[in-house]
């Protein structure tokens, strides 16, 4: 809107020399216009961008071989104490570092006991075999991350989980905690031997 003297602003808006109080234009009335053509370009190309990555998360999930299969069950702690020191006690063969090693037999049932500050037992398995491996903590929350491999899990008080794995490389693979379980969470570490 403009004045009589064809500046912008009311005349209400003027000091008494008739000169306008602000620098500032008023706003127009219609705030949007539209977009130039290179804006229109690159909005265009994010908004073909996301669905394709949209669409990439669900064509990955079912062709790319990234989901581990878990289950989980619910389990009392002192029981599961007592099936992993009756795995330890039929499987050792061996200690390293105050740990028992054990060598359960290809396809069978492993147990891994996670507990303040320590993974138990170290597990020595066979290449290119499948194992059930079934983790749980007695005390608080840890994870369990094993290293080099992809495979991070949250290991909970009272919930049995089982893991299927077949190891596919010879070598020591370490356990790490990756939960924060108390003052000795930088020590929390366990190990599985792969044997061929």
């Known amino acids: 809107m403009r004045d009589e003297d064809g500046t912008p602003g009311h005349a209400e808006d003027r000091d008494e020399h008739g000169r306008p109080l602000s620098t500032l234009l008023p706003p127009r009335r219609q705030w ?53 020191e009756s795995f330890v006690e039929e499987h050792r063969v061996d200690e390293v570092d105050g740990a028992d090693v054990v060598a359960p037999p290809p396809g069978s049932d492993v147990y891994l006991h996670a507990n303040q500050f320590a993974f138990r037992p170290v597990l020595q398995l066979q290449k290119d075999e499948e194992y059930r491996l079934l983790v ?61």
């Open 32 to 84: 949007w216009g539209r977009i130039g053509p290179d804006e229109r370009r690159w909005l265009t190309i994010a908004f073909v961008w996301c669905l394709i990555l949209f669409t990439g998360m669900y064509v990955w999930m079912g062709i790319g071989d990234q989901q581990t299969p878990i289950e989980s069950y619910r389990i009392d702690p002192d029981d599961f104490r007592a099936e992993v």
């Open 136 to 196: 749980s903590s007695t005390d608080v929350q840890h994870g369990l991350s094993l290293q080099p491999t992809n495979l991070n899990f949250q290991v909970l008080p009272g919930y049995l989980y089982v893991i299927r794995i077949t190891p596919d490389e010879v070598g020591e693979f370490p356990i790490v905690c990756n939960e924060y379980c108390g003052l000795g969470h930088h020590l929390m570490t366990g190990l599985i031997v792969v044997d061929d």
